[in-house]
Nanobody
Framework: QVQLVESGGGLVQAGDSLRLSCAASGRTFSNSAMGWFRQAPGKEREFVAAINARGASTLYADSVKGRFAISRDNAKNTLYLQMNSLKPEDTAVYYC????????????????????WGQGTQVTVSP
């Protein structure tokens, strides 16, 4: 059974940093893309960042570019999201996602392109 378990969320002040982790189990994702999405209250889930299988290429939403950094440790089957200079508008539930297909180059950015999802971790940024 495949599981993605996020951790690292919390309540912080604007300008602070947080590091989210996503531990995968049940299969290896070292040959697949992974990503982070978020959903704020009353809004649709949106793309935040994604990384290809080997970790050599990344994509970011314009709203987080320059502040967030996605990385992965395939030996640990773990995905990370370093979030710096947090803003109140970053407040959301953050979800980890993994593509089930073996793919070393393409980086999915849309919800329907991912097959596995974590339960989410809450990030709240106060002004």
């Amino acid at each position: 059974q495949v599981q993605l378990v996020e951790s690292g969320g919390g309540l912080v002040q604007a300008g602070d940093s947080l590091r989210l982790s996503c531990a995968a189990s049940g299969r290896t994702f070292s040959n697949s893309a992974m990503g982070w999405f978020r959903q704020a209250p009353g809004k649709e889930r949106e793309f935040v960042a994604a990384i290809n299988a080997r970790g050599a290429s990344t994509l970011y939403a314009d709203s987080v570019k320059g502040r967030f950094a996605i990385s992965r440790d395939n030996a640990k089957n773990t995905l990370y999201l370093q979030m710096n200079s947090l803003k109140p508008e970053d407040t959301a539930v953050y979800y980890c996602a993994a593509d089930h297909t073996i793919n070393f180059y393409y980086i999915p950015t849309r919800n329907h392109e991912y097959d596995y999802w974590g339960q989410g971790t809450q990030v709240t940024v106060s002004p």
